[in-house]
Structure formats: structure tokens, C-alpha cells
């Protein structure tokens, strides 16, 4: 018999993707929005988080909870309004689903979170960062630490609890990569401060299956880095991507503070950087189709 999964936040780049590669693996699958979105195969409910209300039968027989919510952090300047949505969305939103699932019906089995590696902090140079690495500073990592708070509390509930620790996703439907992409066709790609700070990415199939494995094997508990297990830097992510592309880089690097002028507090999502270690995820036995940026690039971008 298929089990149940219910995603939050399904309208975004991962959950659409997930949602797919469930489908097609059988799974039954709900999506939980702000709204109701059809598509073929999936029932779809309704919340509202500031409220507290989640439509009737949205939890019920849901084997999987896969929590994708949250307001984007790259979609809008921080102003201190946004930076309140962006906190709220996350651990309210997780708030509003611990209450949920202990009044369900019991047929949850475990609780997939997404988290982020801002939790190391802004920019934590060339140290290699394994999950046991202390929370670092900065307002992403302020947000993320509260968020896993949030999320840990659902262990009360005899839940197997499961946060994956999200970089830089690659997708040729949105993120940063066609922003990139985009520059890049028009001859204007460039390296950002030094080039120097480490991007930790992952193939958006990669993240996606991490998040099946998740689901499916009942001995992963507790944080993983979500990552590749190949970090590389801003130069050399931007010379692959246009040698990728076939395309010359001949600006000269953005300084930081044409970035910061730009984009204000933001711009320490593109100066800063980690280098995260995928070693947990890959000791458990999970294994990466992509784990260069090279072949993760062409084939997206083919």
C-alpha cells in the first residue's frame, strides 16, 4: 500500500520537483498552501499561519510530513519587516503543525524539515563545517537556529524528526542559477568580493532524493548537511559556469561595496560563504548522482 506524504510549501522549486519524483515513485501526495493549486494526482489544502488554521483532513493518514514553508530569503531586500516574515514563516509555521499532528490520527511516522547551512553563520572561510559545528552569527544563522528549535520540539510526539541542512540549490527553473546563467549569455558574469568565499551547492535531484531517503530509511534522525560533496568557490563557480556556457569572463570582479549598496544586509548571502561537509548524509549510505559542479552545471543547463 503507497504511503501518504504531505508537503508545505509545494508551490516553490523543491517541493514542485519533489512532489514529481514522489509520484512517480507511487507515493500518494497532498500539498498544504496558502491556497489551493491544482495538479494532476495531488489533493491540495489550506492554512493560514498567522491565524492557526489548517483545513480539516489535511493531516489525516499522512505518513510523511515534508516541511518546505518559509518566505524566500533572497526574494526581497531585508527591511525589518521582512526579516519578521521570514523568522515567522518558518517557526510558526512548524509551531502550527506540531499542534496539528497531536491531535492527528497517529499515522505520521516521521517529520522531514527543511533547515539551512546559515546556521554556521555568514562566512566561516575555507574550515571544513560538519554538522556538530557550532551555530554561527548573523541573522540567517539567528533564523535557523530558532527554526530547528522549533522543529526538534516535534520529538515530543514520538516523531522521527529529520532536518536537512540546505546550500545553494542548482535548478535550471529558478534560484540563483538563471540569475547567473542570464549574466553570464550576456557577457557580463563576474565574481563577486574576492571570489574567494566557498558556495556549497546541491543538484536539485540530489536534494530531492535526500529528501525520499529521508523519508524512507527509519535510521536517519537529526540534522544533515544537504550539500555536495564538493564545495567550490564564487570564482570558480562562475569560470565553470562559463566555460560551461561557452562564454568569456572578462569583467572585473563586483567589489563588496557596490554589493552591499545593492542589496544592503542581503549581500552577505553572495560575500559570505561555507564550506559544508556532506560526509554524514554519504556514511549513511545515500549516493550522489552529482557531486562535481561541472557535470551538475551542463546538465542542467543542456
Avoid at 529529520?162 to 535550471?172: E, P, Q
Avoid at 571570489?195 to 534522525?221: A, N, P, V
Amino acid at each position: 500500500m503507497s504511503k501518504n506524504v504531505l508537503i508545505t510549501g509545494a508551490s516553490g522549486l523543491v517541493g514542485s520537483r519533489l512532489t514529481d519524483m514522489l509520484l512517480e515513485g507511487g507515493y500518494q501526495v497532498s500539498h498544504l498552501g496558502r491556497t489551493k493549486k491544482s495538479k494532476k494526482g495531488v489533493k491540495s489544502y489550506t492554512w493560514d499561519i498567522r491565524q492557526g488554521i489548517v483545513e480539516e483532513g489535511a493531516l489525516e493518514n499522512v505518513n510523511f510530513v515534508v516541511h518546505l514553508a518559509g518566505a524566500g530569503v533572497a526574494d526581497k531586500r531585508w527591511s525589518s519587516s521582512r526579516k519578521k516574515e521570514i523568522l515567522q514563516s518558518r517557526v510558526k509555521s512548524t509551531a502550527l503543525l506540531h499542534r496539528q499532528l497531536m491531535n492527528s490520527n497517529g499515522a505520521c511516522e516521521a517529520f522531514i524539515s527543511a533547515s539551512a547551512i546559515g546556521i554556521y553563520g555568514w562566512d566561516t572561510g575555507e574550515v571544513w563545517l560538519d554538522e556538530n559545528a557550532p551555530s554561527g552569527e548573523g541573522f540567517l544563522a539567528e533564523v535557523t537556529q530558532a527554526w530547528e528549535s522549533e522543529i526538534n520540539g516535534l520529538k515530543e510526539l514520538n516523531l522521527r524528526v529529520v532536518m536537512l541542512r540546505i546550500g545553494v540549490v542548482l535548478s535550471a527553473l529558478g534560484g540563483a542559477l538563471p540569475k547567473m546563467a542570464q549574466s553570464v549569455k550576456l557577457n557580463a558574469g563576474a565574481t563577486l568580493g574576492t571570489g574567494d568565499q566557498f558556495m556549497s551547492w546541491i543538484h536539485i535531484d540530489d536534494l530531492c532524493e535526500m529528501f525520499i531517503k529521508s523519508m524512507e530509511d527509519s535510521q536517519l534522525q537529526g540534522a544533515y548537511n544537504a550539500v555536495a560533496p564538493n564545495p567550490v568557490t564564487n570564482r570558480k563557480f562562475t569560470k565553470t559556469l562559463a566555460q560551461t556556457m561557452k562564454k568569456a569572463m572578462w569583467l572585473p570582479a563586483v567589489p563588496a561595496w557596490t554589493l552591499r549598496l545593492m542589496l544592503g544586509e542581503m549581500a552577505q548571502i553572495v560575500l559570505g560563504g561555507n564550506r559544508v561537509s556532506s560526509k554524514k548524509i554519504a556514511s549513511q549510505g545515500f549516493n550522489f548522482k552529482f557531486e562535481e559542479v561541472e557535470p551538475a552545471l551542463k546538465t542542467l543547463l543542456n
